[in-house]
Nanobody, 115 residues
Framework: QVQLVESGGGLVQAGGSLRLSCAAK????????MGWYRQAPGKQRELVAS???????NYADSVKGRFTISRDNAKGTVYLQMDSLKPEDTAVYYC?????????WGQGTQVTVSS
């Protein structure tokens, strides 16, 4: 019903920036909250940032002031602007959408920050 396709990951030096995009395909008008999660090797998946359909945002303490989440409801797309990246931000980043009481996940995109 909903497919999520992420893009924008890659390799960047510490202090640099990346912008992740997640495009939803399917019943995009039913999408409520969208968010970004990340999972580093040997660690649990954790919330990075989320945004409701009313543009209420929530951020993990570790990324506040550095990352910005936004969305384009008409396109069913959510973005994550990541600035002042640190090596500890290295992880696979996943997009999630909450639609009709179900969670849908993207396939993940690798972000690697070198020191």
């Amino acid at each position: 019903q909903v497919q999520l396709v992420e893009s924008g990951g890659g390799l960047v030096q510490a202090g640099g920036s990346l912008r992740l995009s997640c495009a939803a395909k399917g019943i995009i008008f039913s999408i409520n909250t969208m968010g970004w999660y990340r999972q580093a090797p040997g660690k649990q998946r954790e919330l990075v940032a989320s945004i409701t359909i009313g543009d209420i945002t929530n951020y993990a303490d570790s990324v506040k002031g550095r990352f910005t989440i936004s969305r384009d409801n008409a396109k069913g797309t959510v973005y994550l602007q990541m600035d002042s990246l640190k090596p500890e931000d290295t992880a696979v980043y996943y997009c999630k959408a909450f639609v009709n009481f179900k969670d849908y996940w993207g396939q993940g995109t690798q972000v690697t920050v070198s020191s």
